[in-house]
């Protein structure tokens, strides 16, 4: 007798391999994301991070902290100026100063997969309205500009921030891989979240909703949270 068939994940239809991100600025109302270029972007850099004097931004990160600019700027012209990763600066509107970085990387045109990491943010950034919008914007080019299927978020699985951050995001949380890493001499259990295509426009309304002037008072404090408006 023939056997009933195996199972098999629904087609695709008319999937073809998505284009690589292009080097160009995301601009947003609080804040612009723009391919890293040392000469344009280190020395804000490296005094925004120097906020940090305990150094605790560099803890979960595979590189820093820096012992002076020089140190920052070899750093970024070995490691931040290829294609993948893709690193981009967080750029303020108001100040004008790049305050973090973040990277789009192992990206996978032909699966449509991109991972967003290499995440620092200097103390002027974190728990901003910028911060929050930069990751919107990368999401939006990566969904609605590129039509990726799947935008990954890793991070080691004891730093509380990233997990709590990724959850806010609205990314889902998808297991831990065990000694994933070898990172600072020390290892890494990785944790893994991602957002797919279909869950991006809820949180586009979201993020849109969340970034809104009205939503905030006139000391920049946000009237209703993110979760609020999924």
Known sequence: MPRDPLPVGPPVAGWRPRPRPPRSAMIGRWCRVEPLAPE?????LFAACAEDPGGRMWTYVPYGPFADEAAYRAWMADYCLGDDPLFH?????????????????RIDPKNGVIEVGNI???PALQRSRAATEAMALMMARVFDALGYRRYEWKCDALNAASRAAAERLGFRFEGIFRQAIVYKGRNRDTAWYAVIDRDWPALREGFNRWLAPENFDERGRQRRSLAAFR
């Open 40 to 44: 344009r972007h280190a020395a804000d």
């Open 120 to 122: 620092a943010y200097a």
């Open 89 to 105: 600066a967080i750029v303020d509107a108001e100040s004008g100063r790049a305050l973090g970085v973040a990277a789009l990387m």
